[in-house]
């Protein structure tokens, strides 16, 4: 369901497993829409805004302060108009949420990428094993309606280029149904 016919841009969640590309296809996207978008990354908001209850240096990742989460989330949500860039996505409401962007990506490069970023041996290793279990898929998939989920491919420049097309004409097509 929609927010409401406020709105002059949607709410796009771009998600998936780290490493599968979110921030490159959120950046670009916010380049190439028709529609003002803006990128938010989640995860350095919580940083930035310290919304997060405590910090595990094991597995070097914050647990986040859901309820302050979204308070700070809720007015941009309700305003439209923004990407949310986030590994996961079932917190967002429903009723936020105009589509839902599943990046995927085969587990041997999604290893490099994680490896590139000096991520702790089993934080890679959890990362890979969701990635191959779909736990960021199914997660969307139970969260949200059928018809607002897409799944793609992040293996390179050419499907980031292809992914970022496909999502401006959602977004074209959604504009049409606004006004309509
Ligand atoms: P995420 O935000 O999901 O953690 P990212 O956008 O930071 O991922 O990408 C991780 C690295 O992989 C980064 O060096 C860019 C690269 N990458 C990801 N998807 C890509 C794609 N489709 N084409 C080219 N590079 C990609």
């Not at 590309?21 to 989640?42: C, D, F, R, Y």
């Not at 240096?57 to 308070?71: A, F, N, P, R």
């Not at 736990?135 to 390179?156: F, H, K, M, N």
């Amino acid at each position: 369901m929609s927010a409401g016919p406020s709105k002059s841009a949607p709410v796009i969640v771009i998600t998936g497993t780290p490493g599968t590309g979110k921030t490159t296809h959120a950046q670009l996207l916010a380049q190439e829409s028709p529609v003002p978008l803006k990128h938010i990354n989640v995860g350095d908001l919580v940083k930035e805004k310290g919304l997060y209850e405590s910090y595990d240096h094991e597995w070097q990742s914050y647990t986040v302060d859901e309820d302050k989460l979204l308070d700070e989330l809720e007015p941009l949500a309700a305003a439209g108009g923004v990407i949310l860039d986030w590994h996961t996505c079932d917190l967002f409401p429903e009723r936020w949420v105009d589509l839902v962007v599943v990046l995927r990506c085969n587990h041997t490069q999604l290893w490099e990428r994680l490896e590139k970023r000096n991520y702790p041996l089993k934080k890679i290793q959890e990362n890979n094993e969701a990635e191959i279990m779909e736990v960021v898929l199914d997660d969307a998939r139970s969260s949200y309606a059928p018809e607002i989920v897409i799944e793609l491919q992040s293996a390179g420049t050419e499907d980031l280029e292809s992914n970022v097309a496909r999502i401006v004409q959602w977004i074209e097509a959604w504009q049409k149904n606004q006004q309509s």
